[in-house]
């Protein structure tokens, strides 16, 4: 299996588990056609989240951990579409940049995109982004310290805040975000959002991947709003409402669209 995000991975076990109910590792290791090392890892990913058991060479998904199976299911969702957005958003990555990915899901596909890239510097809060990096060559990794939040596999809180205040100035700041209107946009967990406004202080440039299920939502938390300039371009998939795009653009924000 070349080429395969992690996303995707899980997604794969999640589904096979969802049919066999209990397999053992050596035969889900035959149906991915991945190493056992890719798979421990990927496991010990979904154990996190509680979605999985795993006893005695067998993996089994937790009947009673609903909530968890919808978030890893929903990490994958759309995976054609975060892909495309990944695609355009790795064409603004020149050589030599020092780029900040955040801990949204849609991220964890851009890192396959680098090849051909040389000597970029990564710096994330994201578990999953650093399994991704690590396998690629010519790319250095920073991972922020803080406090491992299970249910997205992302490092937050004050320790990861400060960490990136004092030591990093990345080029670029690629993140995502819960909805979007023609204010700005929003998010609907308060420690994700104090990370992101960091990256987005401490970067020269910040690009939002954003795709149109969100377009019109309104989650409680504002990211940003489109008048404070933080915001640069937005990469997404279909063309916005008439209002969302007016906001966009009449802020002086690039609005790029991977299909129409």
Do not use: W
């Not at 199976?69 to 958003?89: D, F, P």
């Not at 490092?155 to 023609?182: H, M, Q, T």
């Not at 933080?230 to 063309?239: C, L, N, W, Y």
């Amino acid at each position: 299996m070349l080429n395969v995000s992690k996303a995707d991975r899980l997604q794969q076990i999640i589904e096979i588990l969802a049919k066999n109910k209990r397999i053992s590792t050596k035969k889900l290791q035959e149906k991915l056609g991945i190493s056992i090392s890719t798979l421990r890892r990927d496991l010990m990913s979904l154990q996190a989240t509680n979605t999985i058991s795993r006893t005695h060479g067998y993996v089994s998904l937790l009947e009673n951990s609903n909530v968890e199976i919808a978030y890893a299911t929903r990490k994958s969702e759309n995976v054609a579409v975060k892909n495309k957005l990944c695609k355009y958003a790795a064409d603004l990555i020149t050589n030599g940049a020092a780029i900040f990915l955040d801990g949204s899901s849609t991220l964890t596909f851009l890192p396959k995109y680098f090849a051909g890239k040389e000597n970029l510097h990564i710096i994330t809060n994201n578990i999953n982004i650093v399994d991704e990096v690590t396998q690629l060559e010519n790319i250095d990794i920073s991972v922020l310290g803080g406090q491992i939040s299970n249910r997205s596999n992302s490092i937050l809180g004050p320790k990861a805040i400060a960490d990136l205040d004092n030591n990093y100035r990345p080029n670029l700041n690629f993140i995502s975000c819960s909805s979007i209107d023609e204010n700005g946009i929003y998010m609907a967990d308060e420690s994700q959002t104090y990370m992101k406004r960091a990256a987005i202080d401490k970067s020269q440039k910040t690009i939002l991947l954003i795709d149109h299920t969100k377009f019109g939502k309104k989650d409680y938390i504002l990211l940003s709003d489109f008048n404070s300039k933080k915001i640069q371009t937005i990469i997404t998939d279909k063309t916005p409402p008439i209002n969302i795009a007016k906001g966009i653009m009449n802020n002086g924000i690039d609005l790029i669209i991977t299909s129409t």
